[in-house]
């Protein structure tokens, strides 16, 4: 039973970092770096918060969030594609807006400056191990397809072939007719498009959207993207893997086996351990943050 619950709990937080390193892999494998992964994600929540509470409906939410994400996404590739930013700069600037943009429509729609009212998900009464409420949430199930799905699109697919392309290589690609700023663009907004759906499942899940309620959550799938050498399958694990060391921390903090600072400190010290000893053999696309087509 304890175990079930842990297995239960890992996957329950999983799901968001699923698909948001999915939307990670696709933007980086085109040769945009998804530093913007947090931003879109904290965006995709209020969005479908706002939905949700004034349609009723998580499934508007649901939708608002895939729009959410996409419109942050779209600023990012004009300013790096059309504009030449630096994406790192870019990133930095999205994800600020995002936290900015967030709590001000938090004050103008709710009148608070740290939660919404709740708002209906898709959870119901679960089992005692709470598999049965993340059976019937429909965004559990897109978030375990998504990588198999992600990985079908980008080895399977002539679009797919196209991303690669124009992330090892975009000269090359535009030579033999690939429209490379097109491809970058469905690329970056299929990634806002998944991460706003992991901000959708967070506060959706937890039934309101909080000030930062993201709290660092694209930065740990960004990881987990670069962790699993920009490889779909690899990066899932990778979050997996995450998600079970977030899952330990949680439990530790209950039994109060050991000071609280030091159980907090897990998730992220195993971040940084996983790519000290990874990064430096893993070989990033080679055209990642280029802002030009060389």
């Known amino acids: 039973m304890i175990l079930l619950a842990f297995l239960a ?133 897109l978030g375990i397809l998504v990588i198999p799905a992600t990985a079908w699109l980008l080895y399977r697919t002539p679009f797919g072939l196209r991303v690669r392309a124009v992330g090892e290589h975009p000269t090359a690609a535009a030579s033999v007719g690939v429209p490379v700023a097109r491809v970058r663009y469905l690329a970056v907004l299929l990634s806002g498009m998944l991460a706003g759906l992991g901000g959708a499942y967070l506060a959706l899940d937890q039934h309101q959207f909080t000030d930062g309620m993201t709290a660092g959550r694209g930065f740990i799938a960004l990881a987990a993207t670069i962790f699993g050498r920009w490889d779909p399958v690899r990066a899932g694990l990778a979050c997996l893997l995450f998600a079970a060391a977030e899952t330990l921390q949680i439990q530790l903090q209950g039994s109060q086996a050991l000071p609280s600072q030091f159980v907090e400190m897990i998730p992220y010290v195993l971040t940084i351990v996983a790519l000290a000893g990874v990064v430096g053999r893993a070989v990033a696309p080679a055209a990642l943050g280029k802002t030009a087509i060389e």
Not at 13 to 18: D, F
Not at 51 to 75: D, E, K, R, T
Not at 97 to 126: E, K
């Open 9 to 141: 709990q890992t996957l329950r937080i999983a799901i968001p970092y699923l698909l948001a390193a999915a939307g990670g892999v696709i933007s980086e494998r085109s040769g945009l770096i998804a530093l913007t992964l947090e931003g879109y994600m904290l965006g995709g929540a209020f969005t479908a918060v706002w939905a949700s509470y004034y349609s009723g409906s998580p499934w508007a939410g649901v939708a608002a969030a895939v729009a959410g994400g996409a419109v942050l996404a779209l600023i990012y590739a004009v300013s790096a594609i059309r504009f030449r930013a630096d994406q790192v700069v870019a990133g930095i600037a999205i994800n600020l807006f995002a936290i900015g943009l967030t709590r001000y429509l938090l004050r103008l729609f709710f009148d608070s400056s740290s939660n919404s009212p709740r708002v209906a998900g898709f959870t119901v009464q679960g089992s005692g191990t709470g598999f049965g409420a993340l059976l019937v949430n429909p965004l559990v199930w």
